[in-house]
């Protein structure tokens, strides 16, 4: 098979989140499991630190792979949803897993995957971990995929378990409140296994704590222990300063991230609280963290996250696609202050529109889409319900028409934002 047929195949066999939602989630670890004593607990030959929340977890995740590289270490790095390529998911020191790896694993292991039948996600994690362990990564940093209790990632015994927030996201499936999604996140907590929460949020953070206990692990909440200030950008600059404070301490520690969402300063903040938990225990130092920020993007290939693509008219795509996410990049937006905004976006048609249209701007011009997966809403639909909310534009059946719309009437001091979705972002990019 080529690569191409191979990820077809996958996609057509598994059922995969990402493509059609709830009907691809399994509420049990049997298939993981099975698969993890079919290739030999590959897991258990690397050190890993797990990462897990509503928003920031990619970041953050992307961000910690970026310092372990710095320092040296072969690290390995999943991720989860792709935005073009399934290889982004899977990373060895920056670099995606070869197609040929992905061609060989279906190849020579498919009688398993027939008679398992996983998930596409379960089936990938499988791929990761078997990759990382023949490909003698030192420490790896793993992304939950959904919830925490019982993703397909929380088999590993990690160095670290790290939790950034909790949001409303995946309400269906993890429950329906914040304390119930908490409980599934705070699943990852291991036995002796310390914790960093980055936000400290309080309703839940008792939550945290009390599980905590109950495993014997350590536990410190990141905003406690340090606050990022993130310095005003200029989006010719490529970049963003960015100062931290510990508490209790006078000094400040500066840096820049090519990472410019207003968001990332928190995510900063629980990486500094992560580095400082485990520097002693991987020997790493302070050049390692401020160099593995700024050269996050290079070192692994982070897109997507308040991202210009274009600068006259300004073009920046988000894949904030909760109310906590979008409400930052929504303010952010404003406070550029262009002379007209431009909004693409779609959703997928599980989403409750009710907690994230009231977070757009009335007074921009809407270009709703859909994007090219079986779990795109209508745009038709989407153009509907935005109304209700005093959100008035045209339909288009493709992302690119949408985007050929909004450049042909936008000025060079417009801007233009693309979001609501990741995969309406993975289109774009």
Same mark, same amino acid.
């Given at each position: 098979?080529?690569?191409?047929? %191979?990820?077809?195949?996958?996609?057509?066999?598994?059922?995969?989140?990402?493509?059609?939602?709830?009907?691809?989630?399994?509420?049990?670890?049997?298939?993981?499991?099975?698969?993890?004593?079919?290739? !030999?607990?590959?897991?258990?030959?690397?050190?890993?630190? /797990?990462?897990?929340?509503?928003?920031?977890?990619?970041?953050?995740?992307?961000?910690?792979?970026?310092?372990?590289?710095?320092?040296?270490?072969?690290?390995?790095?999943?991720?989860?949803?792709?935005?073009?390529?399934?290889?982004?998911?899977?990373?060895?020191?920056?670099?995606?897993?070869?197609?040929?790896?992905?061609?060989?694993?279906?190849?020579? /292991?498919?009688?398993?995957?027939?008679?398992?039948?996983?998930?596409?996600?379960?089936?990938?994690?499988?791929?990761?971990?078997?990759?990382?362990?023949?490909?003698?990564?030192?420490?790896?940093?793993?992304?939950?995929?959904? !919830?925490?209790?019982?993703?397909?990632?929380?088999?590993?015994?990690?160095?670290?378990?790290?939790? #950034?927030?909790?949001?409303?996201?995946?309400?269906?499936?993890?429950? @329906?409140?914040?304390?119930?999604?908490?409980?599934?996140?705070?699943?990852?907590?291991?036995? /002796?296994?310390?914790?960093?929460?980055?936000?400290?949020?309080?309703?839940?953070?008792?939550?945290?704590?009390?599980?905590?206990?109950?495993?014997?692990?350590?536990?410190?909440?990141?905003?406690?222990?340090?606050?990022?200030?993130?310095?005003?950008?200029?989006?010719?600059?490529?970049?963003?300063?960015?100062?931290?404070?510990?508490?209790?301490?006078?000094? %400040?520690?500066?840096?820049?991230?090519?990472?410019?969402?207003?968001?990332?300063?928190?995510?900063? %903040?629980?990486?500094?609280?992560?580095?400082?938990?485990?520097?002693?225990?991987?020997?790493?130092?302070?050049?390692?963290?401020?160099?593995?920020?700024?050269?996050?993007?290079?070192? #692994? @290939?982070?897109?997507?996250?308040?991202?210009?693509?274009?600068?006259?008219?300004?073009?920046?795509?988000?894949?904030?696609?909760?109310?906590?996410?979008?409400?930052?990049?929504?303010?952010?937006?404003?406070?550029?202050?262009?002379?007209?905004?431009?909004?693409?976006?779609?959703?997928?048609?599980?989403?409750?529109?009710?907690?994230?249209?009231?977070?757009?701007?009335?007074?921009?011009?809407?270009?709703? %889409?859909?994007?090219?997966?079986?779990?795109?809403?209508?745009?038709?639909?989407?153009?509907?319900?935005?109304?209700?909310?005093?959100?008035?534009?045209?339909?288009?059946?493709?992302?690119?028409?949408?985007? !050929?719309?909004?450049?042909?009437?936008?000025?060079?001091?417009?801007?233009?934002?693309?979001?609501?979705?990741?995969?309406?972002?993975?289109?774009?990019?």
């Amino acid at each position: 098979m080529t690569y191409k047929e %191979t990820i077809e195949f996958l996609y057509s066999y598994l059922p995969a989140y990402h493509r059609i939602g709830k009907a691809a989630y399994k509420d049990n670890l049997d298939n993981t499991q099975a698969l993890d004593e079919y290739f !030999g607990h590959p897991h258990r030959k690397f050190r890993s630190i /797990h990462i897990a929340g509503t928003n920031g977890k990619g970041s953050v995740s992307h961000m910690m792979a970026s310092v372990l590289q710095e320092a040296g270490y072969r690290t390995g790095l999943y991720t989860s949803p792709h935005l073009k390529d399934f290889r982004e998911r899977i990373r060895v020191n920056g670099s995606m897993i070869p197609e040929e790896e992905v061609i060989g694993f279906v190849e020579k /292991h498919h009688i398993i995957i027939e008679n398992i039948k996983p998930s596409f996600f379960e089936m990938s994690v499988a791929m990761a971990f078997d990759f990382f362990a023949r490909s003698e990564v030192e420490i790896a940093v793993v992304e939950v995929g959904l !919830g925490g209790r019982l993703d397909s990632t929380n088999i590993i015994s990690p160095v670290l378990s790290v939790i #950034t927030n909790i949001g409303h996201d995946h309400m269906d499936l993890l429950g @329906g409140t914040l304390e119930k999604v908490a409980i599934e996140k705070a699943g990852i907590i291991k036995e /002796h296994v310390p914790v960093i929460i980055g936000e400290k949020q309080e309703t839940i953070s008792d939550l945290f704590t009390a599980k905590a206990n109950e495993t014997g692990s350590e536990i410190c909440f990141a905003e406690s222990n340090f606050s990022c200030t993130m310095e005003d950008f200029d989006i010719f600059s490529g970049g963003r300063n960015f100062i931290i404070k510990e508490t209790g301490r006078r000094e %400040t520690i500066s840096g820049l991230t090519p990472l410019i969402g207003d968001y990332q300063g928190k995510n900063i %903040t629980t990486l500094f609280q992560v580095f400082k938990s485990v520097k002693d225990t991987l020997n790493l130092n302070e050049c390692n963290l401020l160099d593995g920020i700024r050269n996050v993007i290079k070192n #692994t @290939g982070i897109q997507g996250r308040f991202q210009i693509l274009n600068k006259s008219p300004l073009i920046i795509c988000d894949t904030a696609h909760n109310s906590e996410g979008l409400e930052y990049v929504m303010r952010q937006v404003a406070g550029i202050g262009a002379r007209k905004v431009h909004m693409i976006i779609g959703f997928v048609s599980d989403k409750d529109l009710s907690l994230v249209l009231p977070l757009f701007p009335v007074n921009a011009a809407y270009y709703f %889409t859909r994007a090219a997966i079986p779990r795109a809403l209508d745009e038709h639909i989407l153009q509907s319900k935005a109304e209700a909310y005093g959100l008035n534009g045209r339909c288009y059946s493709t992302v690119d028409e949408a985007l !050929g719309a909004a450049k042909s009437a936008a000025s060079g001091s417009d801007l233009i934002f693309i979001g609501g979705s990741t995969f309406i972002v993975a289109e774009i990019i």
